[in-house]
């Protein structure tokens, strides 16, 4: 089975409700354990053959714990039985035995899974001294994991928000150049709307995440190619509009792995905006130094 792959979170991020640090604090309280499948979990046995395992698996069930008596001996990927002819070979021939990969721990944040579960899709959870559950890609479906998304993505965009009001100020003649005309026009709506009923604060809060993305990408306030950061934020974004209007995000395995990798992308996206937030305000200053001042123009 493969690795968990690089841990993004690892870099120093400054103890801010902004960045992972406050997102850490969220999502501590979505555990795993929320999601699993818990004992007694469909199994099989070492003595079991492949055709066996595939007769009684009539749920398609990907991967199965491998079971003598009640300890669990490690993982059988059932998937190549799916639809094609099972060995008479025994599960002792093709399981994967236990190892640390396939294991996390009940009180381990749904984050911790889903941002590596298109990696080992399949983890036994473990509480105390022994496997309380099972949890897998096919879980990201469940409610608590469309929470966990949703506070991170909140959290980009107001990341998003500060690293422009920060940069280039909160009223829009500092940034109302990098929108198109008819996002201008919105925007121009909004804010009129918002003055005649008096709840008008500033006009950088009446934007909408596409119009940040393109401000962001335009006046280069992070270092990363312009390209990239506009193909990762419109993932996020579309994300966020699965998981803001109920639509289901992970309806099959193959949606689920996207959102395991966009997850990711929020993560490098958050880390990439505290940093250049902690550089402006560590140049004595909420503005652009004077290389991005001239792109911004």
Request: aromatic content about 6%.
């Amino acid at each position: 089975m493969s690795g968990v792959g690089e841990n993004y979170t690892s870099v120093h991020i400054p103890p801010d409700d902004r960045g992972l640090g406050g997102l850490q604090v969220v999502h501590a309280g979505l555990p795993v354990e929320m999601i699993m499948t818990p004992r007694p979990f469909f199994f099989c046995r070492l003595d079991q053959t492949c055709r066996e395992v595939k007769e009684r698996n009539a749920a398609r069930y990907s991967f199965l714990p491998v079971m003598n008596g009640e300890r669990v001996l490690g993982l059988l990927d059932a998937r190549p039985f799916f639809d094609a002819a099972a060995p008479d070979a025994t599960v002792e021939e093709h399981y994967h035995s236990l190892s640390e990969e396939m294991l996390i721990g009940a009180d381990a944040s749904i984050w911790q899974f889903l941002r590596t579960a298109d990696q080992v899709e399949t983890r036994l959870v473990v509480k105390g001294h022994s496997v309380a559950g099972l949890v897998t890609l096919s879980d990201l479906h469940k409610l608590p994991v469309r929470t966990a998304l949703f506070a991170a993505l909140t959290n980009l965009e107001v990341c998003m928000t500060t690293l422009i009001g920060e940069s280039l100020g909160y009223d829009a003649a500092n940034w109302l150049q990098h929108l198109a005309l008819n996002r201008r026009d919105v925007l121009a709506r909004h804010e009129k709307s918002a003055r005649a009923n008096d709840e008008f604060i500033n006009s950088l809060l009446l934007t909408q995440f596409c119009d940040k993305r393109e401000i962001i990408a335009k006046a280069g306030l992070v270092d990363l190619p312009p390209d990239r950061l506009r193909q990762d934020l419109k993932e996020a974004e579309r994300l966020r509009n699965f998981v803001a209007h109920s639509n289901d995000f992970a309806q099959d395995d193959l949606r689920a792995q996207e959102v395991c990798r966009t997850a990711r992308s929020i993560e490098r996206l958050i880390v990439s905006m505290q940093r250049a937030i902690a550089a402006g305000r560590d140049n004595g200053g909420h503005r652009l130094d004077e290389a991005q001042k001239e792109m911004a123009r």
